[in-house]
């Protein structure tokens, strides 16, 4: 897959899928950015893709439940580059399993900003630039946990995966006239920084493995690819099997 002189920015793309998902777009040509709060790790993913990679990396310090510092990311990055190709809502952040009663609200306000509001934030600072360009692709993190009620996961985090794979369809139906793809990926049980204090049933995975946040970025390059011009609204399932639509 072939993305050479494409732009695409990654949010939380600082770590785990991210962070392959930065490499894996590095890799097949594109300039990507990296945009997530950490500087330090920022700078970090940025050092080990650069000179690796035919794509350039390049970080931006940004928090996505924060509208001003999307639209300031944003609008350096469309200065420096002059176009924006391919967006990765990745950013999340999530709540393992527990008596829904004993949710705090104060959390469940958390995951919301953070895996729904942002995408919000990050999608507005991208529709003028893709209108203008007729041209664009988004890509959203969403998760099994979304589509099955979520099996070691918070019911405010299964609550925010499943309006994320709703919002891709939304925007779909929204953006497909201005040529713009909007789809989601569930990724199943990954082995990350999220998942380290997860107890994982691997008596449920077909695959018979933990997936690799590799596994989850070749989905997401694959549909930020012009292979799949002709796939919106989708939500791809990156889950070893765990579920089967
Ligand atoms: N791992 C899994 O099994 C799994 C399964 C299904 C779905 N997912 C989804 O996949 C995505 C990536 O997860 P992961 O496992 O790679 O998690 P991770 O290793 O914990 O990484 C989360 C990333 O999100 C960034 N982030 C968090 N809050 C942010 C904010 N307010 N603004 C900008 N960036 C923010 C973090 O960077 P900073 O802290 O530097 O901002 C970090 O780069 C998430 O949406 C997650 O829900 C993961």
């Not at 072939?2 to 590095?26: P, R, W």
């Not at 929204?174 to 990954?190: H, K, M, R, T």
């Amino acid at each position: 897959m072939n993305l050479e002189n494409k732009v695409a920015i990654v949010t939380g793309g600082n770590q785990g899928i991210g962070y392959a998902t930065a490499i894996s777009l590095a890799a097949a040509g594109a300039n990507v950015v990296i945009a997530a709060r950490n500087t330090k790790i920022n700078w970090e993913a940025v050092n080990n893709i650069n000179g690796l990679y035919p794509g350039k990396a390049r970080a931006e310090e940004m928090d996505v439940t924060s509208k001003e510092s999307v639209k300031a990311a944003f609008e350096r990055v469309y200065l420096e580059f002059g176009h924006l190709d391919i967006l990765v809502n990745n950013a999340g952040i999530c709540n393992l399993s527990q008596p829904f009663e004993n949710i705090d609200e104060d959390k469940w306000d958390q995951v919301m900003d953070v895996n729904l509001k942002g995408i919000l934030h990050c999608v507005k600072a991208a529709i003028p630039i893709f209108k203008s360009q007729n041209n664009g692709k988004i890509i959203n993190v969403a998760s099994l946990a979304g589509e099955v009620g979520g099996i070691a996961t918070s019911a405010d985090y299964v609550a925010s995966k499943a309006a994320v794979i709703g919002l891709t369809k939304s925007l779909a139906r929204y953006l497909g006239q201005y040529n713009v793809n909007v789809n989601a990926v569930a990724p199943g049980f990954i082995a990350t920084e999220m998942t380290k204090e997860m107890s994982i049933p691997m008596n449920v995975i077909p695959l018979g493995r933990i997936g690799r946040p590799e596994d989850v970025a070749d989905g997401i390059v694959f549909l930020a690819s012009e292979r799949a011009s002709y796939i919106t609204g989708t939500t791809l399932d990156v889950n070893g099997g765990v579920f089967m639509k």
